[in-house]
């Protein structure tokens, strides 16, 4: 399928979950994950029209880079160690994978502007998900205000590889209600105005439960590491 046939699609879906709970599609950012494609690929998004895109690993996104003509804005959504900063530092927009302190400190020393960070929560509770527990993220956030080039620009989760769809619902909900209090506080360094969460299988729902980025790579620009 063409990109810009799963585009239409998925901007649908988007609409329909949108219509349900009485929100604007203009708040949602389509994030094209592009970790299991080509370049050639990445490209036919822009193409499409897809704004942001979203990698994983220091080395898709640093190949991406030298072989896309165009300027994305660059989601870094995966696992980030510590050493691999200072090479992904000046091409990114947002991480979304902040989740621990000595991560925050390396990003503040590496870059001397600020840079939008998004908390990464496990809010399912699962033992191999990445994340703070949902209990330790307003001490987290209240850590974070001694570095001067970090912003809290929203939370991330992934949601449990389930067929219930009430347990994907409940965490997306405990995300919401997290940003929630975090927003509330004020907080000039954590506005907290963005919620990443939903991918292929369960944009919908995260779109009704208040999700402004969701990361869509299967469903958009496919997977071509899979056998067919
Ligand atoms: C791979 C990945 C995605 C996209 O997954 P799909 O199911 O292919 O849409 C989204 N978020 C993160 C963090 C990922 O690693």
Redesign the pocket.
């Known amino acids: 399928m063409k990109v810009r046939e799963n585009l239409e699609v998925i901007q649908n879906q988007i609409a329909d979950a949108c219509n349900k709970a009485g929100r604007n599609p203009e708040e949602i950012k389509i994030i094209a ?1 592009t ?2 494609v080509s370049p050639e690929r990445a490209q036919e998004a822009i193409d499409a029209g897809v704004i942001h895109l ?1 990698e ?1 690993r220091d080395e898709g996104l640093l190949d991406k880079i030298g072989q896309i003509e165009d300027r994305p804005v660059w989601h870094f ?2 696992t980030l160690q510590t050493r691999k900063v200072k090479n992904i530092i000046e091409h990114v927009t947002y991480i ?1 994978s902040l989740d621990r302190l000595s991560l925050a400190k390396e990003i503040n020393k590496r870059s001397d502007s600020k840079v939008r960070c998004l908390i990464q929560v496990n809010a399912s509770g699962e033992e191999s998900k990445h994340g703070l527990k949902p209990d330790d993220v307003i001490g987290f956030v209240q850590e974070l205000k001694q570095f001067s080039n970090i912003e809290i620009s929203g939370l991330m989760t ?1 949601a449990p590889l389930t067929e219930d769809e009430q347990l994907i619902r409940d965490c997306f909900r405990t995300m919401k209600r997290l940003q929630a209090d975090i927003q509330s506080r004020k907080l000039e360094f954590a506005p907290c105005n963005e919620l990443s969460m939903g ?3 369960d944009f919908q729902i995260a779109v009704e439960e208040g999700s402004t980025m969701v ?5 958009l620009v496919g ?1 071509e590491s899979e056998v067919h």
């Open positions: 994950v970790k299991y979203g994983n959504i995966g979304h992934m991918m292929s299988n990361r869509i790579g299967t469903a997977n």
